[in-house]
């Protein structure tokens, strides 16, 4: 999109009007940063997603790859596409997603956030958490895309809780995804049997249907308090960065909403791609 181009779409969406439906809600386990340039199963089911939602006024993403001290969110006009990864072919390091950013949504997120002090960032951009999934939704870079980092400081009802005050820019049209893996386990992976789909250890299986369920059942409390959720769930959860954006997405579930699993398959053993998508539209 050229500045002048840009210019004139942020000046007509500058106010983003409430529309008589709110826009759905992504967890999008988003995996290897290849997906971002691969025809895979995973890729070709972001593309079909986009076909399925209404088309976004913004997108705002939570990834597992901005982990700050403190809450901070990017508000430049055009935000840069961060390659925040090694050891992988020069295709996917050239890769440019030139999406425009959205200050004055950011400005307005900011001042939606009352549980903490959010900082209007400049400096980052969007990490393959965000752009390896959005380039394939809206190829076209034509519509604003946001960041929010996860305050690393913070435990999961921390993460919960700022995340329900987010809850009117589904109003206004904003697609928020909460980008990382349900599973999560590097250290365990299987990297002899990443071509054998669906292989899983015990631990990863139980693991993914034990959040499942919760989610499921709407036990938002228990999948906060996940480190009490037993040795499974320990293994899937090492660190935190890549569980903590389902949570971001769970906090929007409004009580219309439906639950749909997606992409829900494992990856090498110690890693699932299970996606969910939160929304009180017809399918």
Same mark, same amino acid.
Do not use: C
């Given at each position: 999109?050229?500045?002048?181009?840009?210019?004139?779409?942020?000046?007509?969406?500058?106010?983003?009007?409430?529309?008589?439906?709110?826009?759905?809600?992504?967890?999008?386990?988003? &995996?290897?940063?290849?997906?971002?340039?691969?025809?895979?199963?995973?890729?070709?089911?972001?593309?079909?997603?986009?076909?399925?939602?209404?088309?976004?006024?913004?997108?705002?993403?939570?990834?597992?790859?901005?982990?700050?001290?403190?809450?901070?969110?990017?508000?430049?006009?055009?935000?840069?596409?961060?390659?925040?990864?090694?050891?992988?072919?020069?295709? *996917?390091?050239?890769?440019?997603?030139?999406?425009?950013?959205?200050?004055?949504?950011?400005?307005?997120?900011?001042?939606?956030?009352?549980?903490?002090?959010?900082?209007?960032?400049?400096?980052?951009? *969007?990490?393959?958490?965000?752009?390896?999934?959005?380039?394939?939704?809206?190829?076209?870079?034509?519509?604003?895309?946001?960041?929010?980092?996860?305050?690393?400081?913070?435990?999961?009802?921390?993460?919960?809780?700022?995340?329900?005050?987010?809850?009117?820019?589904?109003?206004?049209?904003?697609?928020?995804?909460?980008?990382?893996?349900?599973?999560?386990?590097?250290?365990?992976?299987?990297?002899?049997?990443?071509?054998?789909? &669906?292989?899983?250890?015990?631990?990863?299986?139980?693991?993914?249907?034990?959040?499942?369920? *919760?989610?499921?059942?709407?036990?938002?409390?228990?999948?906060?308090?996940?480190?009490?959720?037993?040795?499974?769930?320990?293994?899937?959860?090492?660190?935190?960065?890549?569980?903590?954006?389902?949570?971001?997405?769970?906090?929007?579930?409004?009580?219309?909403?439906?639950?749909?699993?997606?992409?829900?398959?494992?990856?090498?053993?110690? *890693?699932?791609?299970?996606?969910?998508?939160?929304?009180?539209?017809?399918?």
């Amino acid at each position: 999109m050229s500045i002048a181009g840009f210019s004139a779409f942020r000046n007509f969406t500058s106010t983003l009007p409430d529309q008589d439906f709110l826009m759905p809600v992504l967890f999008i386990g988003h &995996g290897s940063p290849m997906n971002g340039i691969q025809d895979t199963e995973f890729s070709r089911r972001w593309t079909k997603m986009a076909t399925e939602i209404p088309t976004p006024k913004a997108v705002l993403v939570i990834s597992a790859h901005w982990f700050t001290r403190g809450t901070k969110i990017t508000a430049m006009d055009f935000p840069r596409t961060i390659h925040d990864f090694g050891g992988f072919p020069d295709e *996917l390091f050239a890769v440019q997603y030139p999406a425009p950013g959205y200050p004055e949504l950011a400005k307005e997120t900011a001042n939606l956030i009352t549980t903490t002090q959010v900082e209007l960032d400049h400096d980052w951009g *969007l990490d393959h958490g965000t752009w390896t999934i959005i380039r394939h939704m809206y190829p076209d870079a034509n519509i604003p895309v946001l960041q929010l980092s996860i305050d690393y400081t913070k435990g999961g009802q921390f993460h919960y809780e700022l995340a329900r005050e987010l809850v009117a820019l589904r109003k206004k049209g904003v697609l928020i995804v909460g980008s990382g893996n349900m599973v999560h386990n590097l250290r365990m992976v299987a990297w002899n049997r990443l071509d054998d789909p &669906g292989f899983g250890y015990d631990w990863a299986i139980a693991a993914n249907e034990q959040f499942k369920s *919760l989610i499921v059942s709407g036990n938002h409390k228990a999948l906060m308090e996940y480190g009490s959720l037993g040795r499974e769930a320990q293994l899937a959860i090492p660190t935190p960065e890549h569980y903590l954006p389902l949570l971001y997405s769970l906090a929007l579930q409004g009580p219309a909403d439906t639950i749909d699993f997606f992409n829900d398959q494992l990856v090498g053993g110690s *890693l699932t791609m299970t996606s969910v998508k939160i929304s009180s539209l017809p399918s």
